[in-house]
């Protein structure tokens, strides 16, 4: 990773996204946010010298605050030399100290934190005065992926037109649920759900 | 905040920050998101058609999801187009609505939820997939500010270069409490803070 | 909905009862109310323009707080002058805002909201002084129908007989229970039961 | 009690809201529901058999689950036969059993559990199914009063209008607060709260 | 019952405890009573009048305190005439009224209430000053028939010494488990157990 | 103590209630047990050679679980020699162990478990199958003694008189708020309590 | 125990650790402690007589704090004299005294508790001041182990290098992982797992 | 501190237990360590390089994993080198991280956790296996001193002798409060405490 961040990429090659995850039994939950950044378009790069076509990239690397302190460390600290513009970090656990001391560490790079279990909410957002970070609720890493998206949207109007895109498709969604369940009454919609 | 939205304003003299509370008795808490903006070198625009000179702005509004709900609506549909980059919200309460109800209506704008008080931090978090919002604990205004910061500087380099003074100034004051704490002595130490 | 409400129609024909969910997951929760208005004999209206026989009639919506706000506000807006007398509003999740914001948007007709998880409770109970809602306990949606149906009864008779005649068959049934339970002894009761 | 049930009164001279409370401690907290009950123009009736002179009236009572059993089920029993048309009920403590009994015992007449402390909400919302009961949030009594008074406004209009009266009042409070922080900027509404 | 309360039968002839549980669906949890009485040499009363031969007894019925008001009124009101030194209650849910209920009722005979449900134990545990029961843990029935049985014991030594017999049965079964697995060592214990 | 068990002391001129706390920091707590025992006229025993003259009587001491085992064990084994038919022991913290390892080791003697603090519940209540304990809510100390009594009424038919005149007394002191404040109606009940 | 006390073994030849537990049905969450201790080389004892080669051992017992009380003492009492060095302990249920009293029994020898189940966890760390016990979260007793051995370290370097080596190969997995992860892409990386 | 841990330093003269803390605001609450630390005859080392003439000491700093974490890494690193035997970390807030990241970088090095807060006992205990960390409950500071003593005891006999001597001191203060509130009664006893 440090030799990565030497290499003074140009930033149009470098990842935007960082996904990272306490254990690789994490990945179950953290894969929502793969499935957000693909829906948006986002391609993954799994090698940092030989990017995707892609516009937009992100890449995933499994990190423990506990078991391997020295790799998050230099996560952490070669992030923004790294071209990264957000991370998502996701643990689980009681300490889920992987989100916190990340967004210490690659501080003032926003870090989105992932509680991957609802005992995890707690230990990921309860950080101190000074020291920022921004999570969603147990399980989120969708939305996650959503609001890193967003934040890259200050910058990237393309970002924000897909977005809205993602956004529209959904709510028609729950209008034709609400529709259908409405005209067909309950026992009818059941029925047309069960075929 | 119809008409302010209609005004296609510059979008060098709109307020990019705007601080939003349910009631103006969240005052108390949510002045730590002024603080730090403050801190940061951002000024308080008080008139729409009006801009201070400095070059980031805020405005703050009391917002009440349950009893102004019109209200939340038109400031939430307008905030894209009065030209804020991110909102940052706060309620207190267990149903504290106006963070996600404001993410809701203002996306795909980044909205910073900021619980007034712990029995908040459900309720603010808890979004449904496809609904983003990110948090931050109860009461940490200050860092929903500094958050809010750390997207806007994806933007603008000048913000992180304060980002990272802020940071420098908060980390060499933990240092000194360190050194004189080890070097002067537990008993020491509280004499001195006594004085 | 908004057409609904402009066609000034005939209060005989419009629903009673508003049933509103914050999405088709929900259902399984949400069909107790159901349950129960069938019970009393009420019917579901599912075309707003022509009413069942039956003179109590219901009707039934997803609609959601976060992902349909537009949809939420339309509902709650018009409801009053859709011709119904209560709503009962059923959401999952920590941000339960569903049941919240209809009672905020729907003032002053009555709101009975139902948690459709444990976790959905306080985020339903919370709210603000002066912004009134009534709610039942987690997945109760059978309870929130009768006591709908409880409050209707104010101005009608029948209801309140048909809800002491539902009674009478539920305490009916726990007085059998208890007779067998006692005069089988507990090793014939359970054996009774099995068969 | 009894002998008031038997009195076979005038609908119009019976009290409309009986508020109901476990301990003559909870009093202040249940002051809310009668200043909601004033505000809406009800008034006090201090004697079954002379009535005020106002069209909605409201009376109160202590009456300890726990420590007068005998009276709760004398006053659950009789609450029909005596007029009423909602019965607001508080209790604190974990075992706050006086709303849920009373509901029990004077269905299908509706019943509004205010659990006088936090730890009393499990205790007042947790009815088994077909044992209806609606509540508010803990401490919540002026809540309740504007609930039940909607429920009374289904039949008389003119509890509606005095509903929405009121709203436009807090409405309007909040609107005014909103201008005033945001035009005169924090530092100034501050200054201008404490003068 | 109040028929049997009036026969003023024999004391030697009367169950000595009374189980009482809130719906039959709560027979699971408090089959560890029956168990423990039947494990001590308590025999089952079917029927009032023809108490079977064994000198202590025990009788079960269904009560529930919100679907059956009357009757729990009714049990606990007769429960001393009836003859009972000593009644188990269990009831589930967050509302669990029916053992507070009958110990305000029927005091002073003493209550043990088993709360069916973790979720119950507030509940049960929580009554006001002066309004005494006591409680075991989430669905100890089994402890609560030992602890009326403890209770009985202050008069009648020879239950006194059946409590003894049975403790130390289950104390010798702890050691033989202690010594097994000292002895054969955890994988050869494991090995055994599974045979 | 171990003396004492050994003095054989003739049952009448020995303590019939012992009271135990972990310590005696939690006497504040605990002195509602000794207010009800001396309103149900129990006399204190502070010399087990020379008892009072009253019929019934209780000791006092300061037993800690985890400071002093060795004390506890003492007597808890000789408990029953030394004529004490039933222990409240309280405790505090959230390791409250006094009054289980009692139970566990004054077996087959009644234990009525009092947690001193709302978080000693948890450890007080929680026995596993076979070892029973009883507990009050926390704090409750009052009702503590109020079952212990109950317990000792199964044999003394003069101690059922005293608790039945002790919620006589209770019960009038409810009704007669209950009807001032129906009488005088809120304000004035509210302004004759503050006279 | 107490004649093994007494034998005055060498102390190379008794064991080092002793582990207990509350009931043989918490040894499915108590084995962590013996893979671990397996793992750095430890073998088990299972005959205080006849000590197996390895330098390092540790031994297993079910002892029952509220069973078997007398048990619980002789152990703690007798486990300095047995040369025992570290205990650790596990309990489950929300009364988990075994580890608090064996830590108060046993002091000045350092206790492990290991809450077998998440709510045993208050009642195995919420010891009184003066009164130590170091605890490890709900279920970790492969990590209480870990720490054991940590304290053993002190004085045997050997245990030391065991510990370094351990964690060196725990490490290399979570890298290992890591590239795969992050080389593979999410896709690949989970196909190759299912494989 | 590198620099320290490069100086090779005669253990004889290097501090044996560090005691961190993640703010000065903490230290309130981490005194406790260093009162157990003195009454056990410990002393302070406040300069690394000129050693107390006490045979144990410890020395203080202040170390935030989130505000400063490039100190905590090097603290951890250096610990071991500089000749610490026990490391003792407090840190508040609900990502207590300070106690968990030290024990995962100073790894083999014991480290006994304290939350300065009950909020802060998850994130303190919460580690994953693997990884591990003993922890005292909230706030018990002192308790966490004797248990790091008692650690070190298993070498260092005096240290032993040091702790029962401590220990036999608090019994007796228990015992002579037992005896005293036993013998004067419990007005006695309050009025001697008054006095």
């Known amino acids: 990773l440090r030799a990565e961040a030497d290499a003074d990429a140009d930033p149009e090659t470098t990842p935007d996204v960082g996904v990272i995850m306490g254990s690789d039994s994490d990945l179950d939950v953290m894969r929502g946010a793969h499935e957000a950044l693909d829906e948006l378009g986002f391609a993954e790069q799994t090698d940092f010298h030989d990017a995707p076509d892609a516009r937009f990239t992100y890449e995933t690397y499994v990190v423990s605050a506990h078991r391997t302190p020295d790799l998050m460390y230099a996560y952490g600290e070669t992030a923004a030399e790294r071209g990264l513009d957000v991370i ?102 059941v029925a047309s759900r069960e075929e």
């Open 88 to 189: 998502i970090a996701g643990a689980g656990g009681k300490s889920a100290d992987l989100p916190n001391m990340t967004a210490s560490i690659a501080y003032p790079l926003p870090v989105v934190g992932v509680p991957v279990q609802e005992k995890s909410v707690d230990s990921v957002i309860g950080m101190p005065t000074g020291a920022p970070i921004v999570a969603v609720d147990a399980g989120k890493s969708f939305n996650a992926a959503l609001s890193a998206v967003q934040m890259l949207a200050r910058e990237h109007e393309v970002l924000e037109d897909r977005l809205v895109a993602y956004h529209e498709s959904l709510t028609g969604g729950v209008a034709r649920d609400s529709r259908d369940l409405h005209d067909m009454g309950v026992a009818g919609y």
